[in-house]
């Protein structure tokens, strides 16, 4: 019976996306004005839109008023309104629907975390995306209900604002609400890990509780998870270090000393019992592993899990490479596309690796529009965004092939918000878009006339590091910045290497990165010695564990960290500088 139930239940939310993104332009408009009528008469819109009673008109009047008299946005616009709000201020100043909670931005896109509002309505998308997401991989790869899932999820320590407002992670919101119970008996498909091991606050202990309870549910193991392929890149390098400590806790149904909270030892002594037959048989397996340099570790550690399932796209893709290594044959499925302020996109096609994934965008989140952006530099191998825009158009007007930048209007108190991602659209589900993320619009490195986004620096890095592989080395991390206080200024890369490599080979990747920079200003600065040569730093192992560190001190949640892949902070350059156990200098441009 509850297997038909699960069935007609992936049935029923897939022919839900059918008929939303059939008529996604006519949803669409249906979307801005549940919005609009929603939150009529707050200060923001009363603001631009005065005293216009919206109820008298139909859908293409109030899409056309809105986008005629409400400002596009940044988030630094909106800030002094979400201010108030932490501080207290109850009046409808974004929303009608009161804010008790704040979402935290991860911080490492812009330094620093920003406040986004979070409603009840932020945890009923999640809870909707997931489970439409869950019934286009089950058709693909099925599996058994009433399975478990080995996920690598944190919440980090949410605070009070000086108004009394909750405000942590958006992933830390999730796991505490009543949406992530219910996905589990939607799904039918349960975590290995009770609540009190997702909310200790301490990423260390947690990782080592996920690991321990994923192996003593070993063989119940449908997937594996994260909200980042970050993390769990991370949890099985901790692995390589920990098993033994673990075989041993599934022998003696203990847990380690490492785990101090009491709660969190509770609730997993009340979960593992002895087992020495389970124990003998991953001690085994990891002997084996350990010749091999443990690849292949996730279809041998967990014989039935069916994929690998996270965001890899973006800031997650060098991470593909040692994700693939633990994966041996296992299929890697990319995540669903959101941000904090709102989800975006599915992954309706789950088989495509995560280089060529395209998100269907969700027609009923969230009110989209999308600037069309055009290269002034037509260098298709360059990500560099010399943009012209075009005025902004709604989705049902995008093209094939043409980029753009997401503009969101969301239920929680958005409006016109322009969120800095530059996607392509390549195609259509039914009458709704599908795009490929293509960068961050932001710029990360400049110093005079050049422009680079977080793309160029991954692309150059990846063609740098190529030459690491002939010496049985591999890049762990890298970031980088600009370094601007000694003239000329020129750009300084940071690698985390494992494994021993020759100077000689470390000029040649510095070399090989600073040539491989293709905007035009960057070539045109560097040839006139306006931009210095390239600067190589190898810091120390262990770096970017200091790093994830600093940002988990200040707040930030292992399941939305992002290693900053260009960075000001002088605290970070500081524990890069004090790290750094080697520098070299480009000679490409001598």
């Known amino acids: 019976m509850e297997a038909e139930t699960l069935e007609a239940s992936t049935r029923d939310i897939i022919s839900w996306f059918d008929r939303v993104s059939t008529n996604a332009g006519v949803v669409q408009r249906e979307t801005l004005r549940r919005i609009i009528e929603l939150n009529h008469g707050v200060e923001y819109l ?36 979400i201010q108030r709000i932490a ?15 704040l979402s935290l931005s991860s911080g490492t896109t812009e330094g620093r975390q920003k406040f986004v509002p979070f409603t009840s309505h932020s945890s009923q998308t999640t809870l909707q995306i997931f489970r439409l997401a869950a019934a286009y991989r089950s058709r693909v790869y099925p599996t058994r209900d009433g399975g ?27 796991y505490a609400s009543e949406e992530f119970k219910i996905k589990q008996e939607k799904t039918k498909a349960f975590t290995c890990s009770p609540p009190e091991v997702i909310s200790s606050g301490d990423y260390k202990q947690t990782t080592y509780c996920h690991l321990l309870l994923g192996l003593f549910f070993r063989d119940q193991v449908e997937f594996i998870t994260s909200t980042f392929a970050y993390s769990v ?111 975006i996109g599915v992954n309706l096609d789950p088989s495509l690796p995560p280089e060529n994934v395209t998100f269907t965008v969700m027609p009923t989140f969230s009110y989209f529009e999308f600037i069309p952006l055009y290269r002034q530099n037509q260098d298709s191998s360059s990500g560099s965004v010399d943009f012209i825009e075009d005025e902004p158009v709604p989705l049902s007007q995008v093209k094939v092939g043409q980029e753009y930048e997401i503009v969101l209007t969301t239920f929680t108190g958005l409006y016109r918000y322009r969120l800095g991602d530059v996607v392509e659209v390549s195609g259509f589900h039914n009458g709704t878009p599908k795009l490929n993320f293509i960068c961050r619009r932001k710029l990360i490195l400049a110093v005079n006339i050049d422009k680079n986004t977080e793309k160029d620096l991954q692309l150059v890095v990846e063609r740098g590091s190529e030459l690491l592989s002939n010496h049985r080395a591999e890049l762990v991390d890298f970031t980088s910045s600009a370094e601007l206080v000694r003239q000329p200024g020129h750009y300084v890369i940071y690698w985390e ?34 931009i210095g040569p390239l ?26 960290f992002k290693t900053p892949r260009c960075t000001s902070d002088r605290m970070l350059l500081r524990i890069l500088d004090l790290c750094t156990v080697k520098r070299v200098r480009s000679t490409a441009y001598d």
């Open 46 to 81: 009363k603001k631009w839109l005065g005293d216009i009673d919206v109820k008298e008109m139909d859908e293409c009047e109030i899409e056309s008023l809105y986008t005629s008299l409400v400002p596009l946005v940044s988030h630094a616009d909106l800030e002094p309104y």
């Open 87 to 101: 501080d207290g201020n109850t009046s409808p100043i974004l929303t009608q629907h009161p804010i008790t909670t």
């Open 148 to 174: 478990r899932i080995l996920e690598f999820i944190y919440s980090s320590k949410s605070f009070k604002t000086k108004g009394g407002l909750t405000a942590g992670t958006a992933t830390t919101h999730y």
């Open 233 to 343: 890149v991370q949890a099985f390098a901790s692995f390589e270090e920990l098993w033994k400590e673990i075989c041993k806790d599934i022998k003696e149904g203990n847990v380690s000393s490492r785990i101090t909270i009491p709660k969190v030892r509770k609730a997993v002594l009340d979960i593992v019992k002895p087992n020495p037959i389970l124990a003998s048989k991953i001690e085994a397996v990891c002997g084996d592993l350990q010749g091999s340099d443990w690849y292949g570790l996730i279809p041998k550690l967990w014989p039935n899990a069916k994929y690998v399932y996270s965001i890899m796209t973006g800031s997650m893709q060098p991470y593909l490479k040692k994700l693939r290594h633990h994966a041996g044959s296992l299929p890697l499925v990319s995540a669903e596309y959101g941000s904090t302020e709102s989800w």
């Open 497 to 530: 290497i494992k494994g021993e490599v020759e100077e000689r080979v470390l000029f040649e990747c510095c070399r090989e990165m600073d040539a491989s920079f293709v905007d035009h200003g960057y070539v045109v600065s560097r040839r006139t010695n306006s």
């Open 535 to 560: 600067e190589l730093c190898i810091v120390e192992r262990g770096t970017f564990k200091k790093i994830l560190d600093h940002f988990i001190g200040k707040g930030a949640a292992l399941s939305q």
